[in-house]
């Protein structure tokens, strides 16, 4: 089933338009699967009949389902498994130290999607509870798909799903069966909050976030949304906080407000006049934010 390149301009507005994402030529070729359950529920015959109902703004609800149906929602628990491992080893320890007198921590997951993440995150504080016992630890995860967000709120997987990143002493520890699949447990699900938002909007309630993970958003747009995407998560860090970015993904050339921690490769703190990047080393690298 082809789409015409007159349809495929119309979609690729819509969603820069409504998420500030770039139809990029890998979402191009798998049009035809994101949106073929949506031509099903509509009984349409063909994508460019789709596209003609929705330019038509008969079906206001339409856009939002086209919208969300062209987002990529890749994601499972543990991802890449290394930066969990560098937030354990690296941030959280730090943090534990700096804020002993508070207790408490503040983490964003931007774009979560259906929240694998922020639940890996739960995980690492909830299998060390002699730690962080009395600690307040606020994790926020925020997502532009509000089918997403919905998911990630109820906590409930497939069977495929919370195998895929999880050991089976995690899944059975964290997880316990419904009739839809298997649900986080209730004690994982307490401190977690998500909310639909959009990452070139102001930052999310509360801010100053000790951690903003926003790992594999960035490749979908442009080099101006993404400065302003940059702007936007700098603004809600702590001043001492860590952002963590995709494997692919960089602040070199983007900002100037965010620069590597040359000892932790992999996550960016705020730059500027007495910055911790700066005072963490004397050399030009870590001023240019290499």
């Not at 965010?258 to 960016?268: I, V």
Request: contains cysteine; glycine residues 8%; proline residues 3%.
């Amino acid at each position: 089933m082809q789409i015409s390149d007159s349809s495929s301009r119309i979609l690729a507005g819509l969603l820069e338009a409504r998420t500030g994402q770039q139809l990029t030529m890998s979402r191009r070729w798998r049009i035809e699967t994101a949106l073929s359950s949506l031509l099903r529920e509509r009984g349409v015959n063909s994508l460019d009949e789709l596209i003609t109902i929705l330019v038509m703004g008969k079906e206001p609800n339409l856009s939002q389902q086209v919208v969300e149906a062209l987002l990529n929602n890749e994601t499972y628990f543990f991802r890449d498994r290394s930066p969990f491992d560098l937030i354990a080893r690296h941030a959280l320890p730090a943090l534990a130290e700096r804020r002993k007198d508070q207790r408490r921590l503040r983490i964003w997951s931007a774009g979560c999607s259906t929240g694998q993440e922020v639940y890996s995150l739960a995980m690492l504080f909830a299998e060390a509870p002699q730690q962080w016992a009395g600690w307040t630890i606020d994790i926020l995860g925020t997502d532009v798909s509000t089918a997403c967000v919905e998911r990630a709120r109820s906590g409930t997987y497939t069977q495929f799903e919370v195998q895929r990143g999880l050991g089976i002493n995690q899944m059975i520890k964290w997880f316990e069966e419904c009739a839809d699949g298997w649900r986080a447990v209730e004690a994982l699900r307490r401190p977690l909050r998500f909310q639909v938002h959009n990452l070139l909007e102001q930052p999310p309630h509360p801010g100053a976030f000790d951690i903003v993970l926003c790992r594999n958003v960035m490749l979908y747009l442009s080099a101006e949304k993404k400065t302003l995407a940059f702007e936007r998560l700098a603004s809600a860090m702590a001043p001492d906080g860590w952002l963590m970015l995709g494997a692919g993904e960089t602040v070199i050339g983007q900002t100037t407000r965010l620069g590597a921690d040359l000892n932790a490769r992999g996550l960016y703190r705020l730059t500027g006049d007495g910055s911790l990047v700066e005072k963490r080393s004397g050399d030009r690298r870590a001023a240019l934010g290499a």
